[in-house]
């Protein structure tokens, strides 16, 4: 079982269509973050923040808008996506940004784009 | 140049055996190094993190760290095909940077019975 809980498991959208994702952690931690990873590639970072602020945009597009409500919730909308968006999206969750601790990753959201 | 490299594989080895998995990184003042493993279709899992140089072990995992060389290892001891998944090496940027993990290209591992 993960401690990082990301809802929906599997979405499906359209290219108008808007979206969102979501990522929950209950372990205290103060980092948090969006990969995205397509097939037989490493993750890829998209997003972290660090104490509920916005600390690293790895230069996204704006179609991809992150949220984070409080220092448990972690949300990326969605919005104009394109087919080649599909992936699996990733949360985790740290300690802290600047520390050494490990990164702790959820299920994962697995999105297709038509 | 690549930050994190790993040997791509595939790696077969038979049930049983050692597997060993190999990192090279660039960074030298990387203080902090991870392994994951990450089965088809499923998310990373932290499987070993190792800080000082020599080695670390739990259960059948061994890693290993030498910071002179700037290499990380992955040993499984008795493999079983429950192991075959795909493993990735990570490492943590130093302290005054944005303290990045980066991800090799990580080694698929299979392991035959």
């Known amino acids: 079982d993960t401690e990082v809980t990301q809802t929906p498991k599997h979405l499906v959208m359209g290219m108008t269509n808007k979206k969102s994702l979501k990522c929950e952690q209950h372990?205290?931690?103060?980092?948090m973050y969006w990969y995205k990873q397509k097939a037989k590639k490493p993750p890829e970072l998209m997003f972290v923040y660090s104490y509920e602020k916005l600390s690293i945009n790895e230069s996204v597009p704006s179609r991809f808008s992150p949220e984070c409500p409080n220092s448990s919730l972690l949300n990326l909308h969605l919005h104009a996506l394109q087919p080649e968006d599909s992936a699996l999206y990733l949360c985790a969750s740290s300690q802290a940004q600047g520390d050494n601790s490990p990164l702790h990753f959820g299920n994962g959201t697995r999105l297709t784009v038509t | 140049q690549k930050e994190v490299e790993q040997n791509s594989g595939p790696l077969s080895v038979p049930e049983g055996a050692i597997a060993s998995l190999n990192c090279t990184y660039s960074d030298r003042g990387s203080q902090s190094f991870f392994w994951y493993r990450q089965y088809s279709g499923k998310s990373p899992e932290l499987i070993m993190s190792i800080y000082s140089n020599g080695d670390k072990e739990d259960g059948r995992f061994t890693a290993q760290l030498n910071k002179a060389s700037q290499y990380v290892s992955l040993l499984i001891r008795d493999s079983q095909p429950s192991d075959s998944a795909t493993y990735l090496c990570a490492v943590r940027s130093p302290p005054g940077s944005a303290r990045q993990l980066t991800f090799g290209s990580g080694t698929q591992l299979t392991v035959l019975p």
């Open positions: 372990m205290g931690h103060r980092a």
